[in-house]
């Protein structure tokens, strides 16, 4: 790799956490009802935390904004010729950039919807099949949660079938096994009080 291509690839790593950590969530709390989303419910910047706290309307916004960062991510990479390994990597960037921005002091959504993103970036197959599935779970238990849980479960297992197409690649499961834990992680709180029976439906407060 020449120097040159070095730079280029750094920058658009750079550009991937920057679109990743513009806050969506936390300026449609500002602008839509005068609110700091980082102080209600979850605390998430995420369009879930959005749709109970500020409504209907602005949690759209929000979340098409957040899954276009993912695939914005993933296409500038793709344009510049970057190889799948750092693809992926610029795909991590923006998630990382969307949980940790650095405008919110670090605190920022749940790598959902960006990762939905990402994912639709890199193989659309996966990612519409990981929304299809997202969108069943939600459709029979209306949490959210548990829904973002078990479809970003589900990715690995997407993208080892899509690879065995021809699909993917390597590199394209990693991120997926990435992508699962890092939902997961952000997901921790919610898991515990799915077992304890007070995770919120939608509709309700948390």
């Known amino acids: ?58 949690a759209l916004i929000v979340f098409i904004i957040d899954v276009s960062k993912g695939i914005a991510a993933v ?3 793709k344009l510049f010729n970057l190889n799948e390994i750092f693809q992926v990597a610029t795909g991590i960037t923006s998630l990382a950039g969307h949980i940790w921005p650095i405008w919110l002091r670090w605190r920022g959504g749940k790598a959902v919807a960006t990762g939905l993103g990402i994912f639709l970036g890199l193989s659309w197959q996966v990612g519409l099949a990981s929304l299809g599935i997202f969108l069943s779970v939600l459709s029979i238990t209306r949490i959210v949660s548990l829904s973002s849980v078990i479809s970003s479960v589900s990715l690995p297992i997407l993208m080892v079938i899509s690879f065995q197409g021809n699909n993917s690649s390597p590199a394209y499961i990693i991120v997926s096994i990435i992508a699962m834990g890092l939902v997961i992680w952000r997901h921790r709180s919610n898991l515990r009080r799915l077992i304890a029976g007070t995770e919120p439906k939608l509709g309700q407060s948390n």
């Open 75 to 77: 296409l500038i990479a």
């Open 1 to 58: 790799m020449t120097p040159e291509h070095q730079l280029t690839t750094l920058l658009i790593l750079g550009i991937g956490y920057l679109l990743g950590s513009i806050p969506s969530g936390y300026l449609a709390g500002r602008l839509f009802a005068g609110i700091d989303l980082r102080e209600k419910g979850s605390g998430s910047t995420g369009a879930t935390n959005v749709l109970r706290h500020v409504g209907k309307k602005a």
